[in-house]
């Protein structure tokens, strides 16, 4: 099987490392904290210009792509199913708009966590024509639009729960899961259809 798998909040808990180096810039700015707490999106939640986040993210996102921490079995199951034959295919939007060195830098993270993979796309803006030109069977994501959106075109998408989806996952209709083991359980009884 072909498994696509987002990583920013997919694999790592980028959204709370993003929010550790939101702080510390805020700080340096106004120090005024999160102004708008119902925000996601951080530009929003602490009231920032444009010039403001374009300046965050030229000093940071690298550094926060660099330093955000894998999830808990994230890892492992990643490269249990690697080595049980399903191709892994990484698909992120992490682009080289914001960062030129977003390439380079999510392929060396991947090999210093010693995560196994076939393929690593990036600027995957629109993640249904990567999965579609990709033949992705089967793809994870943290992202409730882009679950809806895949399985909306029929390819199967299963969401891993986070803060930032959790208020609109639909518990008796969407595929979700809280962790990495109930993802490969899924897969593992997918493939066995």
Not at 17 to 45: A, S
Not at 67 to 86: P, T
Not at 149 to 158: F, G
């Amino acid at each position: 099987m072909r498994i696509g798998i987002d990583i920013d909040n997919t694999i790592t808990d980028t959204y709370k490392t993003f929010l550790e180096y939101c702080y510390i810039y805020d700080n340096t700015l106004r120090g005024n904290g999160i102004i708008n707490d119902h925000q996601h999106n951080v530009q929003y939640k602490f009231d920032w210009t444009n010039d403001e986040m374009k300046n965050f993210n030229d000093k940071c996102v690298d550094e926060i792509n660099i330093n955000a921490k894998i999830f808990r079995d994230a890892k492992e199951v990643i490269n249990r199913l690697y080595d049980e034959g399903h191709e892994i295919y990484f698909i992120t939007a992490r682009n080289k708009k914001i960062s030129p060195k977003a390439e380079k830098i999510t392929f060396n993270w991947l090999k210093e966590n010693n995560i196994k993979f076939h393929n690593l796309i990036i600027n995957a803006e629109v993640k249904l024509r990567e999965c579609i030109d990709n033949d992705i069977d089967i793809m994870i994501d943290d992202s409730y639009k882009i679950y809806k959106k895949l399985n909306d075109n029929n390819i199967r998408c299963i969401l891993l729960e986070n803060a930032l989806n959790r208020d609109i996952l639909n518990r008796e209709k969407d595929l979700f899961f809280e962790d990495w083991n109930g993802i490969y359980k899924y897969i593992n009884i997918v493939e066995c259809k």
